[in-house]
């Protein structure tokens, strides 16, 4: 049988349904309390002394009301009701006293949620960043570099960070952003309602960053779950989204594509290892990309020339002042750099350029002189073998060497040292798929000075330091300092053709300089770098793409005496007219002694005089 419940009880249950409503529902209950409080006392005066206020009952009920809340009785009180004025003003006391409780404990309450940054977003065209690792200060810093000429710009982080924490150490780590916002949620990527809070749907682009700490395996997974999430979610199924993600394990990257539909994938070890591989063979490579990938210095653009319609490719290359023509992003979407000198420009085809900004992508008033005396065609005898030194080992290894054995002449060697006891079983594994290397493993501490003297590393060509990811980033940085010490001191001023250090925190990268290696790759910088730039300009995918391919187009710095004749006094106009007869897009120039200890040039002007160069920056081929 169902059990009764009494009418007091069911008052009573209501009630505390009422109370448990926050601060709204009290507010209400003091409401009603003050107008019966207010009530009864006017009654009673009424009652007691009805000729008070001249009886009238309105001006009776004003006076109790003022009463309550201003705590002084009317001054010509009649003796026999002032016992009722001071009741009505112990009530007025409490109500007030709670009234004000109630407001300062729902404004803090209503604080306290800011805080915790559970508010929607109603932001448009804006960034949005899901995830937080270290890459989250090189997406923002850029990000606030390309949104320098905006004038409203914002970019919000949705992360599992507390709002205040992110805020603080974004603060810290890169100070003034200028014109763009930074708006900081608390919640997670992989939870539909906490995508919702930053209106995806609405947003320019969205970048997947995989948390800091996790296995490459983990962090992967986060990365598909966050994009199938984005993808198949309900309220953005459908849905035009420019999302942009990297995985760490190559072999994940297709599956991440399936489920993040058009979102842009990028494989980050096969990045890192590729660029690691150009850097060590030729001295500061990475200098170059940085300036590539970065906000900063030049960028790519795409534009549409049709003064250039109908002619060849070779003409454009010296039909501005201030860019450097990289290539062609056809009509369909494809994108070919350096392509041969009499490729036709179709209508529809856009130019593919290096230029500081977008305001200097016009065409020049006047051709360029050239000196065609200085210009020299000197031939590159045939690749010899080269030697490489490894010291280290982590996931991307075995990757590294894939890649070198790709470029090197056959008969070159690759000795691995290293005291990771996974390393052995997977130089025999890579031993067997190697067509021009010879690789050879040696168990050793990199750290330990008699290892490294015992290697003779100034007959080596080129030396690679790697960073162990078995390890966290502070740890493994400070081993590959260490060992980039103990080599600048045996080698003292000898040595190989370079030494690449791979670091994991860009922030070592100024303690790492110290050691006067050639080169430093941060290889999760430059992804971050490379995630920033492709969510600004999908096209860009395809561009860095054929860069990274050994069979497309890449980056080279060669020695100037393979353009231009010694002691030549010329203009850059001159180098890229002696580049295109050889099939290549000259882009820059090395000087030797510089003071920035690079002397890496992009996109000089072509129209002033150079200095005496030691190397060029070409785009090419082969």
């Known amino acids: 049988m169902a059990r009764r419940v009494s009418l007091r009880a069911r008052m009573r249950y209501w009630f505390d349904n009422t109370m448990s409503r926050g601060t709204t529902g009290l507010i209400g209950w003091l409401a009603v309390a003050s107008f019966g409080l207010v ?82 977003v109603l932001e448009r065209d804006h960034t949005v960043v899901l995830g937080w690792s270290d890459q989250i200060y090189t997406v923002i810093t850029e990000m606030v570099e390309a949104n320098s000429s905006r004038r409203r710009a914002a970019v919000v982080v949705l992360a599992e960070q507390d709002k205040v924490t992110m805020e603080d150490r974004v603060e810290h780590r890169i100070g003034a952003t200028g014109r763009t916002r930074l708006i900081f949620r608390t919640g997670s990527p992989l939870d539909l309602k906490d995508l919702e809070m930053v209106n995806l749907n609405e947003a320019r682009s969205i970048i997947v960053l995989a948390p800091d700490g996790a296995t490459a395996e983990d962090a992967d997974a986060y990365v598909l779950k966050t994009l199938l999430a984005i993808n198949k979610g309900p309220a953005f199924r459908g849905r035009p989204h420019h999302v942009v993600a990297a995985v760490r394990d190559s072999r994940n990257r297709a599956v991440a594509k399936l489920a993040g539909g058009d979102a842009i994938v990028l494989d980050g070890d096969d990045i890192g290892a590729r660029l690691i591989v150009q850097t060590a063979r030729q001295s500061k490579l990475s200098v170059v990309y940085h300036d590539l990938f970065d906000f900063g210095g030049d960028e790519i653009y795409m534009t549409v020339e049709p003064s250039l319609v109908g002619r060849p490719f070779a003409q454009a290359l010296l039909a501005y002042r201030q860019c450097c023509p990289l290539g062609l992003l056809l009509a369909d979407g494809k994108t070919v750099l350096n392509p041969p000198p009499g490729t036709m420009i179709s209508p529809g085809d856009r130019i593919v350029l290096l230029a500081r900004d977008d305001s200097m992508v016009t065409l020049a008033n006047a051709p360029f002189a050239v000196d065609d005396t200085a210009i020299v065609h000197g031939v590159r005898g045939p690749a010899a073998p080269e030697s490489t030194l490894i010291l280290g080992w982590n996931r991307r290894a075995a990757r590294i060497v894939e890649q070198l054995d790709v470029y090197v002449a056959a008969g070159s060697t690759v000795d691995v040292v290293t005291d990771r006891a996974d390393a052995n079983p997977a130089v025999g594994r890579l031993a067997t798929r190697l067509r021009h290397l010879q690789i050879r493993s040696k168990a050793g501490d990199t750290r330990d000075r008699g290892v490294l003297e015992s290697l003779d590393v100034a007959s080596y060509h080129n030396v690679i330091v790697l960073s162990d990811d078995d390890l966290d980033a502070l740890t493994a940085d400070s081993r590959v300092l260490v060992t980039l010490l103990h080599l600048r001191d045996i080698l003292a001023g000898r040595g190989p053709g370079s030494i690449v250090s ?4 860009d922030r070592d990268r100024a303690l790492a300089q110290l050691t006067k290696a050639d080169d430093f790759v941060v290889s999760e910088q430059l992804v971050s770098l490379l995630m920033t730039q492709i969510s600004e300009n999908r096209h860009l995918e395809s561009v860095f793409a054929d860069l990274f391919d050994a069979d497309g187009a890449e980056i080279y710095i060669r020695p100037a005496s393979y353009y231009l004749r010694a002691g030549a006094t010329i203009t850059f106009a001159t180098v890229v007219a002696s580049a295109a007869r050889r099939g290549e897009v000259a882009i820059g120039y090395r000087v030797t002694d510089s003071g920035d200890g690079h002397g890496v040039v992009l996109n000089p002007d072509k129209e002033q005089l150079m200095p005496p160069i030691d190397r060029v920056i070409v785009l090419s081929s082969s």
């Open 39 to 120: 009530l009864l006392v006017t009654v009673a005066i009424e009652i007691v002394a009805p000729s008070t206020m001249d009886g009238d009952p309105l001006r009776v009920l004003w006076s109790t009301f003022v009463t309550a809340f201003s705590l002084s009785a009317p001054t010509d009180a009649d003796w026999i009701v002032l016992p009722m004025w001071f009741v009505l003003a112990l009530g007025g006391i409490f109500v007030a006293s709670a009234l004000i409780g109630l407001l300062t404990s729902g404004i803090n309450r209503r604080l306290e949620q800011l805080r915790k940054g559970r508010s929607a």
């Open 502 to 505: 791979e670091m994991r925190d």
